[in-house]
């Protein structure tokens, strides 16, 4: 209420900064919400045109320096502007038993079927000559697939019309005649889905409405957050599509990270504001005095979280992976859109429906509630009683599960990053029985004219090359295709392509090698840098971000500490799980640092939460009784906003893609060990084991 002053026998009514802030939430409230809906109208089509614009070839993942990528590029060249890299579509016949004169003629008759969809299919160019296998089990023939650069370089139609083809005219052979079609276009098309975003969109969409229905038990408080993250998401796909059209790498992994990564985060906002606004309902006469409170309140640690993972996002600018530059802003617009939309659309929509948005449990003024949960009061107490006894306890749990990590295992090969047995794996595993390893994935060595017979003799006389062919000219070069002997993907196949570079570096100077085993090879190497400057860094700057709005130093070490231990558990836990529950055989090199970027960046959002908290309430109660207030107030909405983001990231594990369902998988399990765990036992333990001089350099208050 405005405060009463008496001079003389007239009064005057003063307001104070609070009055003013609440006053202006009333005039902004129906501007704000008119202007949302008109900017979600306005942007719908360019945030959902995002996919269209998403670059999933070779040399987004790739460094410009690495010699891969400027083999991909010279090839791009020659396909012509606007066109992707052409891949091959590999159709394999076998018999165990060798294949029968019946077979040889059905292979005949499959390829006539292929060559007679050229014309007709549009990318599709015509079958290569059939090739027999060495052991007469086998045969196989290529059709190279070339995909508009609308579709981000997969052309699920074109491989769909081969094996269409194929099946009919593979019908009437004999029993115990396998055929697959693989190859890099197949494996492409089997790893990715037809309106991916879209599908990916809704199931966030549903799974967060569920969660907020159930947390609120409102009909309409869970419907006023979510529409906050739908047009968050709005604004965050819009900004990436221009971000895209700016010449910034957005590959398909990125935009789908994008949606989960906004959906989760503007319901982790919106999870506390709505808390807070609810709390301040009881003690405020109007609606709102009560949002300009809860507003004060909460938006500096909205801020500071928010800077935390956006911080984190623009540290990905030092990576030398294109795509993983390319993430760090994508995920900063994301963040950033997800905190303007629950700090003005949200507020707005809160104050257009009043308290009546809580119906039917409308929190009235001056009426008494609990604010605190007997639950998680209750687990601060026991924790309370032996900190530190319950920090050595904590620790040893999460080093346990840190032994997870030595099942980790590095898979580079794309067709492992395929999820189920279509058709693409099952002929890879074809071709790996009757051919040579590196049949499905050779090398390709451009080489200048004056060097080709030298590069062709140093390349046949590298150990693990099984065979050298000439290929057609690109774009100056004279080019090659090198077949290894071992296989292209493992520790043999790096020998082989180190050894081949360095031979190729002293006996044909100019040469580049390149090829799908090359590319994940130098994707490994740029990997393990970026791994390198990354990692530390987005510590330090999560750090700092950290002590200013703690305004100390002891509290943010503790904080960051106990985030990264939490991401080391999560991920030895994850490798367990995709090794032994979902049989996978490994990891990519790149996903790592994207599962740190998130499970750190996204978890110690949930520590700022909490400490912030038992910060405001430290200063009236001290620390052990502000912590324990600070946590059972806190318990119950961030362990629902914990919930909420990890329903969202594990929404990811319906993509085909293994690679995606990994982050999915890890984030998930992360986030709920964070909040379940980590910040609901560990961080209490931890500050009340060491006392007030965890505030320092703060004076004790």
Known sequence: MPAIQTTGSRNRVTRTPDDRFATALRRLRWPAVIAWVLAIIVLHGLAGSLSKVTNDSASAYLPSSAPSTRVVLLQEAGQGPGQPLTNAAVVVFARDSGLTAADVATVGAARTAVAGLVGHVTGLSGPGPVQRSADGEAAQFTANVTAPASSGGVDRAAVSAIRAAVATATSHAGEGL????????????????????????????????VILLIVYRSPLLWLLP??????AIVVAQAAAHGLANAGLTVSTLSAD??????????????????????????HHATTEAAMATALRATLPTLVASAATVTCAMICLLVADSASLHGLGPVGAVGIVAALLAQATFLPALLLAFGRAAFWPRIPRYGAAGR????????????????????????????????????????????????????????????????????????????????????????????????????????RGYDSYSVVLAV???????????????????????????????????????????????IIPLVLVVIFIVIALLLRAVVAPLVLVATTAL???????????????????????????IYIFIFLVALGVDYNIFLSARIREESRRLGLRAGTLRGLGVTGGVITAAGVVLAGTFAALTQIPQVDIIEVGTAVALGVLLDTLLVRTVLVPASLLAIGDRVWWPARRR
């Open 566 to 592: 939490s991401f080391a558990a999560s991920f030895g836990l994850s490798s367990l799980l995709w090794r032994f529950a979902f049989g996978y055989s490994g990891v990519e090199s790149e996903i790592p």
């Open 371 to 474: 604010e605190e949960s007997r639950f998680w009061a209750g687990i601060g107490t026991r924790v309370a009683r032996h900190p530190a006894r319950t920090v050595v306890v904590v620790v040893l749990l999460l080093g346990a599960a840190c032994a997870g990590l030595v099942s980790l295992r590095v898979d580079d090969n794309p067709v492992d990053n395929v999820k189920g047995h279509p058709g693409s794996v099952a002929g890879a595993q074809l071709l790996a029985a009757h051919y040579p390893a590196g049949v499905i994935a050779p090398l390709v060595v451009l080489t200048p004219p004056d060097q080709a017979a030298a590069a062709a003799a140093a390349a046949r006389a590298t150990p693990g090359v099984g065979e050298v062919l000439a290929g057609a000219p690109v």
């Open 226 to 231: 979510l529409l906050g993250a739908v047009g």
């Open 257 to 282: 990270i994008l949606i989960v990564l906004v959906f989760g985060a503007a319901s982790d906002y919106a999870l506390l504001l709505v808390h807070r606004y609810r709390e301040e309902l009881r």
């Open 178 to 209: 396998a055929v697959a079609v693989t190859g890099a276009a197949a494996v492409n098309a089997d790893s990715s889905a037809g309106n991916q975003q879209t599908i990916l969109l809704l199931t966030a969409l549903v799974i967060v409405a």
């Open 487 to 533: 296989p292209p993907f493992g520790s043999a196949g790096t020998t082989a392509i180190v050894d081949l570079r360095q031979a190729l570096s002293q006996d044909a100077p100019g040469s580049l090698v390149g090829g799908q085993p090359a590319i994940q090879y130098d994707a490994a190497q740029a990997a393990g840098r970026d791994d390198t400057a």
